[in-house]
Nanobody, 129 residues
Framework: QVQLVESGGGLVQAGGSLRLACAAS?????????MGWFRQAPGKEREFVAT????????DYADSVKGRFTISRDNAKNMVYLQMNSLKLEDTAVYYC?????????????????????WGQGTQVIVSS
C-alpha cells in the first residue's frame, strides 16, 4: 500500500552538498501524510533528521543539521527531498525516508521514530575528509 524509495546518496567531500530524494506511493494520496528523514550511522541508533507537514508549510530539524539541511516536498510528484549542504564527517550514515499518516496538521510534526508508519530501504551517504 505504501512504498518509499530513496535515492541520491553517495560519496562527497566534507563541505560539499547532496540532495536526497524519496519517491512515495501511498493509497489515498501523498498529501495526506507527514514525511520525515532519519539517519543511522555505523554502531549508532537511528536518529531524527527532519520532518515536513502534509502541506509543506511547516518543518522541523534536529539541532545537528539546522541551517545546513532543508527538507521539502512536491505533492504533485509524490516526492520529498533533503538538501544537505556544508556536509560534515559526522553526517555519514544511511538515510531513511519515512511516512506518518494520515496527518493533516501543520502544527504537530512527528519527530520520533515510533510515530512513523512506513520506511524506505535507505540510501548511503559517506562524507570524506
Amino acid at each position: 500500500q505504501v512504498q518509499l524509495v530513496e535515492s541520491g546518496g553517495g560519496l562527497v567531500q566534507a563541505g560539499g552538498s547532496l540532495r536526497l530524494a524519496c519517491a512515495a506511493s501511498a493509497r489515498g494520496g501523498f498529501s495526506n501524510y507527514a514525511m520525515g528523514w532519519f539517519r543511522q550511522a555505523p554502531g549508532k541508533e537511528r536518529e531524527f533528521v527532519a520532518t515536513i507537514s502534509w502541506s509543506g508549510r511547516t518543518t522541523d530539524y534536529a539541532d545537528s543539521v539546522k541551517g545546513r539541511f532543508t527538507i521539502s516536498r512536491d505533492n504533485a510528484k509524490n516526492m520529498v527531498y533533503l538538501q544537505m549542504n556544508s556536509l560534515k564527517l559526522e553526517d555519514t550514515a544511511v538515510y531513511y525516508c519515512a511516512l506518518e499518516g494520515p496527518n493533516y496538521s501543520d502544527y504537530r510534526l512527528p519527530t520520533m521514530e515510533g510515530e512513523y508508519d512506513y520506511w524506505g530501504q535507505g540510501t548511503q551517504v559517506i562524507v570524506s575528509s
